[in-house]
């Protein structure tokens, strides 16, 4: 996956419509080797170094993913948030030297983060291989950090002179393909016991108005000696918090349907809590 957000970058650093391109302007090449002592170029080069990986806590959902499928649901972990940073260095050619060398590395390096900034989240038609199906558009950071900050022990690390350069952060989904496939969860028993008082037993129920094997909307739901109501949702969908257990009786009435009027026992099974509907 991360060679495949590499592959994303050098697309937008290649981009057609930048303009000037690095290579109408400096006939640069886009790299992400390891900028280190050993680094051998052939040309002008944007060097973009993936040196961190870590999760972003604060942009993670909690909150699992329900997918329909078929007559089931898959329930799916929340994918992973993952900051990778690159540190970005523009090389002259080689054969560059004095003040034309510092000259052309100053300019390949503001063209770049000129063009980089204007992607605050990478367009779905730069996603490259596995980033083509992310489920968020990865938000990027451009220059918002401090790239000299510890910079003296990173490049004597790297065994090479400081240099100029500027962060980049790109913020990827990374599926980490957990799921459970079965029934959707329709009943929900609560049981509650006030002090000195005799214990209650409250049941969330839902379930569905349908009519033909479609969901029905704006119909109106009663459990009629409960004394509850309420309206299914656009596709059918209706929902009860607090129904008490035993022998009920739900009324549906909807638009264009004839009233219906079945008996509901709580809790039951999902498939009872549905109800279909004729047509006038």
Same mark, same amino acid.
């Given at each position: 996956?991360?060679? #495949?957000?590499?592959?994303?970058?050098?697309?937008?650093?290649? #981009?057609?419509?930048?303009?000037?391109?690095?290579?109408?302007?400096?006939?640069?090449?886009?790299?992400?080797?390891?900028?280190?002592?050993?680094?051998?170029?052939?040309?002008?080069?944007?060097d973009l170094?993936?040196?961190?990986?870590?999760?972003?806590?604060?942009?993670?959902?909690?909150t699992?993913?329900?997918?329909?499928?078929g007559?089931?649901?898959?329930?799916?972990?929340p994918?992973l %948030?993952?900051?990778?940073?690159?540190?970005?260095?523009?090389?002259?050619?080689?054969?560059?030297?004095?003040?034309?060398?510092v000259?052309?590395e100053? %300019?390949?390096l503001?063209?770049?983060?000129?063009?980089?900034?204007?992607?605050?989240?990478? @367009?779905?038609d730069?996603?490259?291989?596995?980033?083509?199906?992310?489920?968020?558009?990865?938000?990027?950071?451009?220059a918002q950090?401090?790239?000299?900050?510890?910079?003296?022990d990173?490049w004597?690390? !790297?065994?090479?002179? @400081?240099?100029?350069?500027?962060?980049?952060?790109?913020?990827?989904?990374?599926?980490?393909?957990?799921?459970?496939?079965?029934?959707?969860?329709?009943?929900?028993?609560?049981?509650?016991?006030?002090?000195?008082?005799?214990?209650?037993?409250?049941?969330?129920?839902?379930? %569905?108005?349908?009519?033909?094997?479609?969901?029905?909307?704006?119909?109106?739901?009663?459990? !009629?000696d409960?004394?509850?109501?309420? %309206?299914s949702?656009?596709?059918?969908?209706?929902?009860?918090v607090?129904?008490?257990?035993?022998?009920h009786?739900?009324?549906?009435?909807?638009?264009?349907?004839?009233?219906?009027?079945?008996?509901?026992?709580?809790?039951?099974?999902?498939?009872?809590?549905?109800?279909?509907?004729?047509?006038?």
């Open positions: 996956m991360f060679q #495949d957000l590499d592959s994303t970058i050098n697309q937008i650093l290649n #981009d057609p419509a930048m303009k000037p391109g690095l290579k109408e302007l400096f006939d640069a090449n886009v790299s992400f080797i390891t900028p280190d002592k050993n680094l051998q170029l052939t040309g002008a080069t944007v170094f993936l040196y961190e990986v870590k999760e972003n806590r604060e942009l993670r959902d909690p699992p993913i329900v997918e329909k499928n007559d089931s649901f898959i329930r799916k972990e994918p %948030r993952v900051d990778c940073s690159y540190i970005v260095t523009a090389w002259s050619d080689p054969n560059a030297t004095g003040d034309a060398k000259i052309e100053h %300019r390949l503001a063209q770049a983060l000129l063009w980089l900034s204007r992607f605050p989240t990478i @367009p779905a730069k996603l490259q291989g596995s980033l083509a199906n992310q489920l968020f558009p990865p938000p990027t950071m451009v950090m401090d790239p000299n900050k510890n910079a003296g990173f004597f690390a !790297l065994g090479i002179p @400081p240099r100029p350069a500027f962060y980049l952060v790109v913020t990827i989904t990374m599926d980490l393909g957990l799921q459970v496939e079965g029934p959707l969860v329709t009943t929900r028993s609560t049981e509650f016991k006030p002090y000195g008082l005799e214990q209650e037993n409250w049941v969330q129920v839902g379930g %569905r108005i349908l009519s033909a094997g479609q969901g029905v909307g704006d119909a109106l739901v009663d459990i !009629l409960a004394g509850l109501r309420t %309206r949702d656009s596709e059918g969908h209706y929902s009860f607090r129904v008490p257990e035993g022998a009786n739900i009324r549906v009435v909807a638009t264009g349907f004839q009233p219906k009027t079945q008996p509901l026992t709580v809790p039951g099974k999902p498939e009872d809590y549905d109800v279909t509907l004729t047509p006038l």
